[in-house]
């Protein structure tokens, strides 16, 4: 039995549950992995110049064990995230310590701690089996996969799963991701596929649409609401190109700042009036390594305050970090939030306290979305009232070259892989809805 026979059973119209519960398990599949003994191999170098297309490697690997309330999955697309930008340079820490600290948890968490780790945080594919005590999936289920792995063995996650002491990122904390043929998930991570979505644009959404939604929609979150000005960095990219969605969809106002007149223009097409371009505009916040400039910050202001008619910002969805946060605080109006889930250009961050508690500013942190949030955020994608911004996709052995661009911002909103799809496209199950949506659901691609 090999990764083909799923594939053909994927593919055939009328393939039913037991077809798939009674396929034989392949003994091995390829999967886009790291290696342990390669954590040092960028030592000394600048993070620019550490190059994911050397340490990002496909493998073949064994079929994991499959545990209690878990599933594995048939791959069929994943998407680039972030996060295996970092595991791929191995900052800010090297993710084995992450698989070490997990296998020391109990004998099957052990699985994960191996010389290899399996990276990837988005899915969209085929349940092919389900392990015991799972009643809600069953194999041929056709699914996309959020990223939150939680344990729930303590009370601090009963009110809010992303508060449990055991809470992981799958595919960054945990092994067995979603860059491979075939994943290794928690039950409660899987959610139905948005039917008129091909496999690679269901896959690309599913990370940042969630870590989007709780940070600006969610109580847990900005609790945006309408007619809230949020200045949005990044606007065009894998977070901000959700965040710009459900600011408009939400009847706020966005700010998009972005970095090229391409860019701009794709937020214009999502529906976007008010965009600051930084480079041309060519902010410098910070006058060398260690001193912001407050004029900088003023002159921000000014802009955004051109554009909202004298407003200033309610929610800013922030994320660049280090580069960015102080004016960020600075341009947020008495009472508004400065939300923040990241820290692309640096964790140290610095800003002017006076600004915050003089004008009751708050800062919340956030990170993922827990399951409820995760499904409300795929609701949205399902009902076509948020869409993928998938720009490009690259096949399993280019997954270095998709890191790559990533890491060096040449890419748009997201880049897509396909696993076990042999072309895009392929997966549309609600033509009549897809129709409907064309437009907006092709407008990053090629871009
Ligand atoms: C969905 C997608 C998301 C993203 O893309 S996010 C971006 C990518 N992610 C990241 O960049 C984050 C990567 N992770 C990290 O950098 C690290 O993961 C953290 C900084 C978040 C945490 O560092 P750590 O070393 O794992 O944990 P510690 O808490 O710094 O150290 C553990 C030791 O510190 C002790 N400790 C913790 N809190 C306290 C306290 N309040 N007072 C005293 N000690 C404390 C513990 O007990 C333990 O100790 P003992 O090492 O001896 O076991
Ligand atoms: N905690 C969590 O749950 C999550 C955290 N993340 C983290 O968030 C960060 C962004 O992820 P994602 O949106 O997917 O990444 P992308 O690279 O797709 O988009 C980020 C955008 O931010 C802008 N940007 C980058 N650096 C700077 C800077 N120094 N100053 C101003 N703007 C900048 C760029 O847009 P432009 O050039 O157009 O301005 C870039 O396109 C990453 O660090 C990631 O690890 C992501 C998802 C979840």
Redesign the pocket.
């Known amino acids: 039995m090999t990764v083909k026979d799923i594939l053909d059973a994927i593919q055939s119209k009328d393939a039913t549950s037991a077809d798939f519960a009674a396929l034989p398990l392949p003994d091995s599949y390829r999967a886009i992995t790291v290696h342990k003994d390669e954590t040092e191999m960028f030592a000394g170098l600048e993070t620019r110049d550490k190059d994911p297309r050397k340490s990002i490697h496909l493998d073949e690997v064994p079929v994991p064990e499959l545990g209690p309330g878990e599933a594995l999955v048939a791959v069929m697309a994943s998407s680039v995230?972030?996060?295996s930008v970092?595991t791929s340079i191995f900052?800010?820490?090297s993710?084995f310590?992450?698989l070490e600290?997990y296998g020391r948890t109990n004998e099957l968490a052990k699985r994960h701690d191996l010389p290899y780790h399996i990276i990837g945080?988005d899915l969209a594919g085929v349940v092919l089996r389900t392990g015991p005590g799972v009643n809600a999936w069953k194999p041929g289920d056709e699914v996309v996969a959020h990223?939150l792995s939680v344990e729930m063995e303590s009370s601090d996650g009963h009110n809010d799963t992303m508060l449990d002491p055991e809470q992981r990122?799958w595919g960054?904390?945990t092994n067995f991701g979603g860059l491979a043929e075939i994943a290794l998930v928690k039950s409660n991570q899987l959610m139905p596929k948005p039917a008129h979505l091909s496999w690679e644009e269901a896959a690309a959404p599913g990370?940042v649409n969630?870590?989007a939604y709780r940070q600006l929609v969610s109580r847990n979150g900005a609790g945006m609401k309408q007619g809230d000005n949020v200045l949005i960095w990044g606007a065009s990219g894998g977070l901000g190109s959700y965040a710009t969605q459900f600011a408009l969809a939400g009847g706020a106002n966005p700010i998009c700042v972005v970095s090229s007149e391409q860019k701009a223009d794709i937020c214009r097409s999502m529906g976007a009036e008010s965009i600051i371009d930084r480079s041309a505009e060519g902010y410098r916040f910070w006058k060398d390594e260690t001193t912001q400039d407050p004029k900088e910050w003023k002159r921000f202001g000014k802009r955004i305050r051109e554009l909202t008619g004298g407003e200033d910002i309610d929610i800013v969805f922030e994320h660049p970090g280090r580069e960015t946060f102080g004016a960020s605080v600075f341009v947020t109006r008495k009472g508004g939030t400065i939300t923040t889930?990241?820290?692309t250009s640096g964790?140290m961050h610095e800003y002017d306290n006076r600004y915050l508690w003089m004008s009751l500013k708050r800062i919340i942190g956030s990170?993922?979305a827990n399951y409820r949030e995760a499904w409300e955020a795929n609701r949205l994608i399902a009902k076509g009232k948020i869409h993928p911004t998938l720009s490009k996709v690259y096949s399993l052995e280019d997954t270095g070259q998709a890191a790559h661009d990533v890491h060096r911002n040449a890419h748009q909103g997201k880049v897509g892989v396909l696993c076990l799809a042999p072309e895009e496209g392929l997966g549309v199950r609600d033509e009549d809805m897809r129709a409907k949506h064309i437009d907006a659901i092709n407008r990053f691609r090629n871009v």
């Open positions: 995230n972030y996060n970092w900052e800010p820490l993710t310590g992450f600290r945080s990223c990122i960054f904390e990370l969630s870590t889930c990241a820290s964790y990170h993922f």
